[in-house]
């Protein structure tokens, strides 16, 4: 299976920050990978496909890069409602699999 | 407006079975695969396996934890995908999402772009 590595795992930031998470995958799947948000309680959304494309309706704040094994999702400027759960997913080899998720905090 | 709602979860003891269904509406159910992925009390998402559409013979993908318990089927006429699980284990308590991708010859342009809110299957004595 190709595993999913998501650093960092915790990240404190305050309204405004620029905040970066990181998946790297333990090989290249090209640019088979999504970007999804989790609100407690609430249903994954899914934020950038294909590692760089914003989903419709999501703010330009977001936006991902990368490609083959390292990838990024950054908030340029963060908002109260963007405190949440953040997931990568790989869906280039079966099984598709996740990150271990990075929740980000209020400081 | 796309819709899935998934329902059927609750409580079931090891052992034991349960059907778990997912409703779509607002687009074309029958050209899309189906997904389903789970989440554990606290924990993160797995994905759980898929079922493709009929032009690919509605054929199906497991993760390897649950292969060989749980079967995915579809009823297109229902606009419906199942998850039929069986053996259940307590390490099989989670939310139960289901999700839909978009797949051609060509590739899958889209993937688990739109999830139901889930259901809760708790397997426990």
Known sequence: DIQMTQSPSSLSASVGDRVTITCRASQGIRIDLSWYQQVPGKAPKRLIYAASSLQSGVPSRFSGSGSGTEFTLTISSLRPEDFATYYCLQHNTYPYTFGQGTKLEIK | ???????????????????????????????????????????????????????????????????????????DSRNSVFLQMSSLKTEDTAVYYCARSYCTNDGCPTQLDHWGQGTLVTASS
């Open chain 2, 1 to 75: 407006e796309v819709q899935l709602v998934e329902s059927g979860g609750g409580l079931v003891q090891p052992g034991g079975s349960l059907r778990l269904s997912c409703a779509a509406s607002g687009f074309s159910f029958s050209d899309h695969y189906m997904d389903w992925v789970r989440q554990a009390p606290g924990k993160g998402l797995v994905w759980v396996g898929r079922i493709r559409n009929k032009a690919n013979s509605y054929t199906t993908e497991y993760v390897a934890s649950v292969k060989g318990r749980f079967t995915i089927s579809r009823d």
